[in-house]
């Protein structure tokens, strides 16, 4: 099981937006469980949730399948993603800007976010309404369907790695008292049962 790279509770949802994040979120999910429910080698509390583990990842799989084949519509949502967050949010939340050479985001001057906001809004002014609420619907749909799933990894991952690090730290306790047991009870044996004997009944008690 892959830890969580960027669990929800350590930053704002909104801080996640940009559809390639989305992506790679989507993907780490998917391999964290298997959609059909084959059997993989995995150590720890991981077995215990393995089918809640294999529900995310179908549940992953499937939005990502549903965002891959928006493409081939007359609008890719790939395409017009960033101008529908932008335009949405941009004037609430950090507008990045993307550079096509070296294919990632940066950090922007306030004054170029505005600018930014402004462009995104015109851009989907080209659009028909009809279009519009059908684009905004596949991306509120959308987000909310990854917020769900995301959310639930989450917790999940989170869970067994809990019950993993509660679980070699009782093993480790285990091993010290049955060690501990060895060395009273082997050559010493003796001498252990005397003092054992020697105890009042009531000292038991108390």
Not at 5 to 12: A, G, M, Q, R, T
Not at 121 to 128: I, S
Not at 170 to 194: M, P
Request: charged share 35%.
């Amino acid at each position: 099981m892959d830890q969580s790279k960027k669990p929800l509770w350590k930053k704002s949802m909104l801080k996640s937006l940009n559809f390639y994040e989305i992506v790679e979120f989507l993907d780490e999910i998917g391999n964290n469980g298997d959609p059909y429910g084959y059997e993989r080698e995995e150590s720890g509390y991981y077995q215990e949730y393995k089918e809640q583990f294999d529900d995310l990842s179908d549940g992953a799989y499937r939005l990502w399948d549903a965002l891959d084949n928006s493409d081939y519509s007359d609008y890719s949502l790939r395409d017009i993603w960033d101008d529908m967050t932008v335009a949405l949010l941009g004037y609430q939340e950090k507008v990045l800007g993307f550079d096509q050479v070296e294919e990632d985001y940066f950090a922007m001057l306030s004054y170029l976010e505005d600018a930014a906001v402004q462009e995104a809004e015109k851009r989907l002014m080209r659009f028909t309404k009809e279009q519009l609420i059908r684009n905004f619907r596949k991306v509120l749909t959308t987000l909310v369907l990854f917020f769900d799933i995301k959310a639930a990894h989450d917790c999940l991952t989170s869970i067994v790695e809990e019950l993993d690090e509660r679980g070699a730290i009782l093993e480790r306790k285990n091993e010290k008292i049955n060690r501990l047991y060895e060395e009273l009870t082997g050559s010493n044996a003796k001498d252990f049962d005397e003092i054992i004997q020697g105890i009042p009944p009531r000292m038991w008690v108390e």
